[in-house]
């Protein structure tokens, strides 16, 4: 394994430079979920080269690069390509050429590692097994990998695997984790309809600002006196629309937020455990009340197995002590869950805080140190060619 470690070395130091101005590329040109074409025909024109077989426009812009034997098992890598509705603040001279628009969450980056590892796996056939790289779209609406998935793309893969940028972490080293990785979250939507009326006499009207203020608060209150501590849950809210004049009691409020958690059977029961606290909260002061609650992802668990293989597999790239064991996992969400639905894979962290830190994903200000490109790509590449060999071989 370490004279197979020593030439991915060598093959990795020798594509950076190459790779480094692609992703300064991709940084320049952003594209929102959904709409990553531009992007995908880069990539599938770069996969041509190396040699690998392409298939385009697979869950709408995705793309689907394989080489190998094939009759033998499949190995897959997912990385994902989409930016945000975020206007860049870094001042960097390769930024975001499109106002509103950024790669925050480091998928340029990711799309990287993924012709990386295409370029090192081709450039010597470090693998006689079938490899699939799968280059997906729309990840931050959590929609692509359901795009992908019904296409069939996991067809007679064994083992998946998956890589995300973590700024609490510096360059240099990594997070990972067996089981729970990451939570399950929701989309809530709640509507409060009350009763219009002047604002100098309230008590005529029934006044769904208030009411909605008391729904968020007793939302809170609740998680902590009726929910078990030691299975968390989060309910935030990022948006509240209603009324029409600053002297009018407002007839109608609408709540979005969002719902994080890590137990799955609790977060089966939370949909009802929501409706009636709200509609409670509503009735109690004559109002009615809608809501909406649209499951957006399940949690992401690492396949122990796995976790270890890639752990075992870093150690030739890294000091054990840069290999961070995460102790407890993130109430963010990542679609990558859908795949794992199917079949079994893990993801990791990769840190990427330069020598002045790293502001946070989704961030205007969020800039990784590009020195993370090679690590990831190095101990993906490695972790694929060991998967698929015997255990006695590892």
Known sequence: MKDLGKKIEVLSKEIMPDLIQLRR????????????????ALVAGELRKYGWEVKEAVGKTGVVAEMGNKSGSVVGLRVDMDALPIEEKTGLDYSSSIQGLMHACGHDLHTCIGLGVAKVLAKNKLTTSRIRIIFQPAEEIA???????????????????????YPDLPAGKIGIRSGT????????????????????????????????AKVISELQEAISRRLDALKPVVISFGKISGGSAFNVIAERVRLLGTVRCLDTNLYKKLPQWIEKIVQNIASN???QAKINFKSIAPPVYNDPDLTNLLSTCAKNFMEEKNIVYLENPSLGAEDFAFFLQDVPGTMFRLGVAGDHGCAPLHSGHFSLDESSLELGIKILSQTIVMSSKPAQDI
């Open 25 to 40: 590329h991709l940084h320049a040109h952003p594209e929102l979920s959904g709409q990553e074409y531009q992007t995908a």
């Open 143 to 165: 929609q692509g990998a359901n795009w992908m998935r019904s296409e069939k793309v996991l067809d007679g893969i064994e083992a998946l695997f998956g890589v995300h940028v």
């Open 181 to 212: 990785f990451t939570a399950a979250a929701a989309e809530l939507e709640i509507d409060i309809i009350g009763n219009g009326g002047h604002g100098a006499r309230p008590h005529e009207g029934i006044d769904s600002i208030w009411i909605a």
């Open 285 to 287: 002061y004559g109002a």
